[in-house]
């Protein structure tokens, strides 16, 4: 587990030995998540980050009315609830859940701003836990960018086009099934399912389950073009 967490971006520029002398600092837990499982519900109050050790976890808004959106994925090796933990006292406002079964490193953020003599990396993880929030905040910010096209097909178009050059590829697979791609992009299952087979129909794409290939010569994608 500590080569693991030695890679994560949280810890990058520690060493395994500089983690393990702040590990007890920061109260290190671990638990395990079935799929589906609530880990940190809206309107509690965090003190922890959670490191993803194994599989991912969803973060996801509910309103009244029952309607989810998705806001994104954080896979393995990513954290979550940095931005809730680093503010005291203020409720989360989404749903962290269990996207498949999953173990979740929480690490305390009260701890790490507190003085620990032991630690030779305390200033390092501070700089790493601004940069991966700097991070979040320009994803949250992308995803605006694909749900303002009015149409169906220009939301799918808008982030089919990011995942592509952030995969230097036309075969691109994606985080989502239909539902939660539906929920991302704030559209109905049903509406989107029927537009991805006019898309498929009208030659822009070929498709399996999460892995869409890209057929027209639509997109400026720079490197190596895979598929």
Request: hydrophobic letters at 40%; aromatic letters at 6%.
């Amino acid at each position: 587990m500590m080569d693991f967490i030695s890679k994560a971006a949280l810890f990058q520029g520690c060493s395994k030995e500089d983690i393990s002398a702040i590990a007890k600092h920061l109260d290190f837990r671990t638990n395990r998540y079935r799929k589906g499982e609530v880990i940190l519900s809206a309107g509690s109050i965090v003190t922890d980050i959670g490191l993803v050790l194994s599989g991912s976890v969803r973060i996801e808004h509910t309103d009244l009315w029952g309607n989810k959106s998705i806001l994104g994925i954080t896979p393995a090796g990513g954290v979550f609830a940095e931005s809730y933990a680093c503010i005291p006292n203020e409720p989360m406002l989404v749903d962290a859940a269990a996207n498949e079964d999953c173990k979740i490193l929480f690490v305390s953020v009260p701890k790490l701003f507190a003085p620990c003599p032991a630690s030779r990396c305390q200033s390092r993880l501070i700089q790493n836990l601004l940069a991966i929030s700097a991070g979040k905040n320009l994803l949250l910010s992308k995803r605006s960018l694909h749900t303002s096209p009015k149409t169906i097909r220009g939301r799918l178009l808008s982030y089919f086009s990011q995942e592509a050059l952030a995969q230097e590829s036309r075969k691109i697979t994606i985080p989502f099934d239909r539902q939660q791609l539906a929920d991302y992009l704030n559209l109905d299952r049903s509406a989107l399912s029927k537009e991805l087979g006019k898309m498929k129909r009208d030659g822009l794409i070929e498709y399996h389950k999460n892995v869409f290939e890209l057929n027209i010569d639509m997109l400026p994608i720079t490197g190596t073009a895979a598929g």
